[in-house]
T-cell receptor, first 112, second 109 residues
């Protein structure tokens, strides 16, 4: 069964550094998403992406965040200048229509 | 704003016992509701969605609009059901899933 893949599984970075989290969605899917889960808290929506543009974003997704689909397969989340509070598990997801979502295994981001 | 509440952080039952994981939501429109499951060290997976009205791995969930609930039930729990269970809501016209905090189910032998 096809899966959403995310790399790396764990990323450690220093505060103020830029990070790029990478995702390969399922190939025939059209909607792409990023969610995050801070330790002990809810899974939270960050952004959805459809037809090569952001279709919806949350208040968390401020100017420090950006997403890109640089080619036909990858979907990336960039955090321009990481803060300690960006430490979380970041999940990529994709779907054919609006639902249901298929999630990746996540990237654990640790900002020190 | 829409909200999903899972009142139990932890739930522990014995194998063969019935299990019910509670989920309540607040949303004024007609939501789409889902249960996602995360087994140890695995990804979040869709377990079921209310519009399918199907039973997956023996689990069912009925949307009760009067009580704004979408409780997940299984008549006879198995050890392999031990996992984190997340209830989630998607409102009409949105692509955003709103998750509850999750319930960790442990099925003891």
């Amino acid at each position: 069964e096809p899966e959403v893949t995310q790399t790396p599984s764990h990323q450690v970075t220093q505060m103020g550094q830029e990070v790029i989290l990478r995702c390969v969605p399922i190939s025939n899917h059209l909607y792409f998403y990023w969610y995050r889960q801070i330790l002990g808290q809810k899974v939270e929506f960050l952004v959805s992406f459809y037809n090569n543009e952001i279709s919806e974003k949350s208040e968390i997704f401020d100017d420090q965040f950006s997403v890109e689909r640089p080619d036909g397969s990858n979907f990336t989340l960039k955090i321009r200048s990481t803060k300690l509070e960006d430490s979380a598990m970041y999940f990529c997801a994709s779907s054919i229509g609006r639902s249901p979502l298929h999630f990746g295994n996540g990237t654990r981001l640790t900002v020190t | 704003a829409q909200r999903v509440t899972q009142p139990e952080k932890l739930l522990s039952v014995f194998k063969g016992a019935p299990v019910e994981l509670k989920c309540n939501y607040s949303y004024s429109g007609s939501p789409e509701l889902f249960w996602y499951v995360q087994y140890s060290r695995q990804r979040l997976q869709l377990l079921l969605r209310h519009i399918s009205r199907e039973s997956i791995k023996g689990f069912t969930a009925d949307l009760n609009k009067g009580e704004t609930s979408f409780h997940l039930k299984k008549p006879f729990a198995q050890e392999e059901d031990s996992a984190m269970y997340y209830c989630a809501l998607m409102q009409g016209g949105s692509e955003k899933l709103v998750f509850g905090k999750g319930t960790k189910l442990t099925v003891n032998p």
